[in-house]
């Protein structure tokens, strides 16, 4: 378990494509990722909704936002891990005020 400092929040946004059981597997995967290294507060499943412009041919996508607290170092490796995975149309780590 990591030791805190800040306040951050990751937006993930899921690609459909592969199913149900690929985004519950994602969204396990970095869960567990999250809890490994930071304090995990709260993960907010926001669902299936409508994106603002097609990202790789796709309009919908499955939108989840973790909430969770870390040292400064965490943030850009949590990050790149979910830039690498496929399945991940759009993310963002931003830090909460």
């Known amino acids: 378990m990591a030791k805190t400092g800040e306040k ?3 937006v993930v946004v899921f690609s459909l494509k592969n199913g149900e059981e690929a ?3 994602l969204v396990a995967k970095f869960s567990d990722l999250i809890k490994e ?3 995990l507060v709260d ?3 926001w669902g299936k909704r409508k ?3 097609e990202i790789n041919y796709e ?3 499955y939108y ?5 607290d870390s040292k400064p170092e965490f943030p850009d490796e949590l990050a ?4 690498i995975t496929d399945g991940v149309l759009r993310s963002m780590v931003v830090l909460r005020k």
């Not at 989840?64 to 969770?68: D, G, R």
Request: hydrophobic share 40%; net charge negative; aromatic share 14%.
């Open 23 to 25: 985004i519950k597997t």
């Open 64 to 68: 989840v936002v973790y909430h969770f």
């Open 8 to 10: 951050y929040e990751a």
């Open 80 to 83: 790149r891990v979910i830039n």
């Open 59 to 61: 309009s919908d996508g």
């Open 37 to 39: 290294h930071a304090e």
């Open 51 to 53: 994106l603002a412009y």
């Open 43 to 45: 993960v907010d499943e």
